[in-house]
């Protein structure tokens, strides 16, 4: 096992798919407790995460824990979370739409180093 490393997960399936949408969270939070970096990419839909008003209404089963709540824990473990400024345009949305758990937003190159730079990237 790597003593030190980085893990980065991009995260491409939104609320019209809940049942995805806590694995990265919960993926990125163990990383950090195997003494691991974390962050996660929000494109595509998985945007929509971190607009306002979503994630505190969405749940990835029926009765289910709400998909906020495994971010916040994330949060609070260390990940980063980071949107796809590309993803923002798609969906009509601006950082003033985005929750305070976003830390920034991000472009291709910054992706792409971050993959290039990671011991593992994950994409859900």
């Known amino acids: 096992m790597i003593e030190e490393g980085k893990v980065t997960i991009f995260v491409t399936h939104g609320p019209s798919t809940p049942e995805r949408c806590a694995t990265p969270f ?3 939070s163990t990383a950090l407790a195997m003494d691991c ?10 945007a929509l995460l971190l607009k306002k008003g ?4 969405l749940v990835a089963k029926e009765q289910g824990k ?3 709540d ?3 824990e994330a949060k609070e473990a260390g990940v980063v979370l980071h949107v796809c400024s590309a993803a923002l345009q798609l969906h009509d949305m601006t950082p003033d739409d985005l ?3 976003c830390d ?3 472009g291709a190159a910054y992706m ?10 994950l994409t859900y």
């Open 104 to 106: 920034d937003v991000v």
């Open 99 to 101: 929750i305070e758990e």
């Open 26 to 28: 919960y993926m990125a």
């Open 37 to 46: 970096e974390a962050e996660m990419i929000f494109q595509i839909d998985g």
């Open 66 to 68: 709400k998909v906020i």
């Open 112 to 121: 792409i180093d971050a993959a290039l730079n990671s011991h593992m990237v």
């Open 70 to 72: 495994f971010m916040r």
């Open 54 to 57: 979503i994630a505190e209404n």
